[in-house]
């Protein structure tokens, strides 16, 4: 080990073993010992978890005491515990860029089967290291502005709780909404489990809040289009969609909607029930509580040809034919995603019947039955108008299947046993039963409402159905029925249910926009479409683009309680970062020697953000640092080496591949 | 050396944004794939210079990989459509400095496709096995030696 510096670098060295994770496969002494062998290495240590408030001190007290001037942590992924360390180092006096982490967790020990191999590539990881911090710099992050204002997506419950949150704490909220109201899928619910409380009573409270709010500004009927920035100082683009009505001048009367002459377009609010007309609230509480004109379905906008009733009939004359699509700017420091989901398309499972046995719906279809405000005004019936004396709830329809979705939508054998409930409330004589793989009642109270629908009579099944079928007429009894096909698996039989409506329990899925949302705003989505938080468990509703946030089912299937409580933990990170008057940015920009360079336009062209500009006094081109995001395509593409990347110099490079291969 | 006892030796240049996430979710997902691939995290592909992977095969690399993130999820726009633009140039640099093409690979990993990067780091450590150890800098050392006995003899 080096004695003396001389202006030497003094490398120290640490190895963690992660508890298990790294020693139980990685045989960290020895390469301890080889650490403690390479160029410029003063210190090397193991420790149990070098990440503990004893591991860092170790390392500060090297630092202060034996004069390290350079630190290499081998542990896990920078992702996890880069900002650890260097705040670490930073605090005892070094800069925070003469350091590198060796990720031998993520890359070695967890991935490797062998544990002499995990522990050569051990070795090789962190030659790496050592070799480039060498070459390490110091660097100050760079302090930007932060702007206080955020952008929620998404206007159902999670995008109104984070919303309500935010606006509460002072801060400009945008809230865009695709849909002509905020409210999402809650709003369509009759009541929630398992307390029962009506659903609309809990959230048109909210919603109306968010419409009255001073500090939110709600883009209804609009999208995000192009994002750009980075955490601090976001700029977004959303695309306001012509509505055809002025909603300033909108008073909400539905005296258009009663006129338009278009009746029969389907009523998604009610999941095509029933028909609204293509002027239409979508609902009665709905936020703004303003009419919008249906540009796919309106006869004026889609022949040019009507009476334009509604035109007629608009007091205030808000009703506008030339208004076009509208880009609004905004800019916002941090971001908050809550786009929610999709249900599952049941006519994908063929056997079940879905859209070509009328009696066959879908449990939003039954959200919508039960509820007062629905298309049967909250009577249970049949589509021949009536009473259901059996009805079968089928479980896990497109969810814990291999053919549609892996994944457990959560919520399903809740909302089924919910619905029992409400069923046994209207028409007490009607059978009841669950065809069910397992009951997952997962959350407070819900064990309490599995026990309590055991003793309201429904009967419980344990398998999953099979198919549902139109009875033949040889099936004495059952005529006009649908037969539910279901192996008992408790008993060990198959049985045959003769029922007058089956409610398929269906899945909840990523939008089918998911990918391509994730991808403008730059984190990822798993192969089913949920978006990926930044750790599983300590940073459920972070993303991997600092200031951006996801809360809701957009990251996975949960229920109402759930969503809140992230909504209100995505509020808390948005604020935690737009409550400052700055933020502090990786420093990893691109610098260009006016000298060096020769002018040939190159790397201004090749600059993805625009953060190149030719100089023509100095005849060279110049970086804009505050547009700079640091992707090192200019270093790369410049003839002659001009552009250095700070924190990415070809040096640094150099010198990994040489400690990798050495 | 026979073809059972080579342990190619291989760089990896990740960027942080798709590919390192994606690598580290193999690593939390616990997949297992072979030790032969020590990785570079680069901000974007992009930054992979054509220097750095000649500079990987002059140190004694058997096979380079690149791996961004897919067309049109790049963090910076672009970049890894510069890193793609430029792979058929590498393909026929290597030619002319007698390196099989097939030792360089570009790859787009995505942050969630952790299944994806132990699939592609086993298939490429298979593939460069295969092709047998490359020793560049030594074979460019042997012919620069043949040359000199050439024009000693001539």
Redesign the interface.
């Known amino acids: 080990m080096a004695e003396s510096t001389n202006g030497e670098p003094r490398i120290g060295v640490y190895v963690c073993d992660c508890g298990t994770n790294i020693a139980g496969k990685v045989d960290v002494p020895s390469v301890v010992e080889f650490a403690a062998t390479l160029p410029h290495v003063a210190v090397a240590r193991e420790y149990k978890y070098m990440c503990s408030d004893p591991g860092q001190e170790l390392i500060q007290k090297d630092i202060k005491e034996q004069g390290i001037d350079r630190v290499v942590v081998a542990a896990c992924s920078p992702t996890m515990h880069e900002p650890t360390f260097r705040k670490a180092v930073g605090d005892a006096g070094l800069n925070q860029f003469l350091f590198q982490m060796a990720n031998i967790r993520e890359h070695d020990s967890w991935v490797t089967e062998d544990p002499e191999k995990a522990t050569e590539k051990a070795k090789h990881i962190i030659d790496a290291a050592v070799h480039r911090v060498v070459f390490q710099a110091p660097l100050e992050p760079i302090e930007v502005p932060m702007n206080s204002d955020v952008l929620i997506v998404g206007g159902g419950i999670a995008g109104i709780e984070a919303s309500l949150k935010l606006a509460d704490a002072g801060h400009k909220v945008y809230l865009v909404e695709k849909d002509p109201s905020i409210g999402g899928h809650m709003a369509q619910f009759d009541k929630t489990f398992p307390t029962l409380d009506c659903s609309a009573c809990i959230l048109t409270p909210k919603m109306s809040a968010v419409g009255k709010h001073p500090n939110i500004e709600l883009l209804t009927y609009s999208e995000v289009t192009e994002v750009d920035g980075y955490v601090g100082n976001f700029k977004v683009k959303v695309n306001k969609k012509a509505r055809y009505v002025d909603i300033d001048k909108c008073t909400g009367c539905t005296l258009c909607t009663e006129q338009c002459v278009v009746a029969k377009v389907p009523n998604e609010f009610n999941e095509g029930l029933d028909k609204r007309r293509a002027a239409y609230i979508p609902f009665p509480q709905a936020v703004p509580l303003k009419a919008t004109i249906d540009p796919s379905r309106c006869l004026y906008l889609t022949k040019g040809k009507c009476k334009q009733t509604c035109v007629a009939a608009c007091g205030p004359e808000a009703i506008d034919f030339e208004q076009k699509d509208e880009e609004v700017e905004i800019e916002v420091g941090a971001i908050i995603i809550s786009t929610g989901y999709e249900m599952f398309d049941n006519e994908k499972i063929d056997r079940y019947g879905y859209g070509k046995l009328p009696d066959v719906i879908t449990s939003l279809e039954f959200e919508r039955i039960s509820n007062a405000s629905g298309p049967t005004g909250g009577e249970i019936l049949c589509k021949d108008g009536s009473k259901p004396r059996s009805v079968a709830i089928l479980h896990c329809v497109g969810s814990r299947d291999e053919n549609y979705n892996e994944h457990c939508s959560r919520v399903c054998c809740m909302y089924s046993l919910k619905f029992s409930h409400l069923i046994k409330e209207h028409l007490p004589e009607t059978e009841v039963y669950q065809c069910y793989i397992d009951m997952r009642c997962f959350g407070k109270g819900y064990e309490e409402f599995y026990k309590r629908l055991m003793n309201e009579g429904v009967v419980f099944i344990r398998g999953r159905a099979a198919e549902v079928t139109a009875a033949s007429k040889e099936q004495a009894g059952s005529e006009g029925k649908l037969l539910v096909t279901v192996e008992d698996t408790l008993l060990g039989v198959v049985r045959h249910l003769p029922v007058d409506m089956v409610v398929l329990s269906s899945a909840l899925e990523a939008q089918p926009d998911a990918k391509e949302v994730a991808q403008m705003f730059g984190f990822g989505c798993s192969s089913a479409g949920f978006y990926i938080e930044r750790h599983p468990k300590l940073e459920p509703v972070g993303t991997v683009t600092d200031g951006i946030f996801i809360a809701g089912c957009c990251q996975g299937p949960k229920d109402i309680p759930d969503t809140v409580a992230q909504a209100g933990a995505a509020a808390a990170g948005a604020l935690a970062l737009v409550d400052n008057k700055t933020v502090k940015i990786e420093p990893t920009i691109s610098y260009i020697d006016p000298e060096k360079c020769s002018g040939c336009h190159i790397c201004v062209g090749l600059c993805p953000h625009n953060a190149i500009q030719y100089n023509e006094e100095l005849d060279a081109a110049q970086v804009i640092e505050a547009a700079c995001k640091g992707c090192g395509v200019c270093v790369s593409a410049c003839g002659s080496g001009v552009p250095v990347q700070r924190g990415f110099t070809d040096d640094q490079i150099f010198a990994e591949i040489e400690g990798a291969l050495a | 050396m026979s073809a059972n006892d080579f342990e190619p ?1 291989i ?1 990896g240049f990740l960027c942080r ?2 590919s ?2 994606g ?2 979710l ?3 997902s ?4 072979p ?1 032969n691939l ?7 592909s ?7 992977i000649m ?2 095969f002059a ?3 058997d096979g380079v990989l690149i791996s961004g993130c897919h067309p ?8 890894n459509w ?1 890193t793609a633009g ?1 792979f058929p140039m590498m393909e026929i640099l290597l030619e002319q400095l007698n390196i099989d093409p097939r030792r360089l690979r570009l790859e787009w990993v ?3 496709e952790g299944d994806k990067w ?1 699939h592609v780091v086993t298939e490429f450590v298979e593939q460069i096995r295969e092709l047998g150890p490359l020793n560049w800098q030594g074979q460019f050392h042997n012919e620069y030696e043949e040359e000199q006995q050439e024009a000693v003899t001539a």
Do not use: F, L, Q
């Not at chain 2, 020590?38 to 974007?44: E, Q, R």
């Open positions: 030796r760089v944004w798709c390192y996430n690598a580290d193999a690593g939390t616990r997949m297992k794939y030790p020590i990785p570079i995290k680069t901000n974007c992009g930054r992979v210079d054509p220097t750095h500079k990987a140190e004694g690399a049109g999820d790049c963090h910076y726009i672009n970049g510069r430029r995505s942050a969630a132990a």
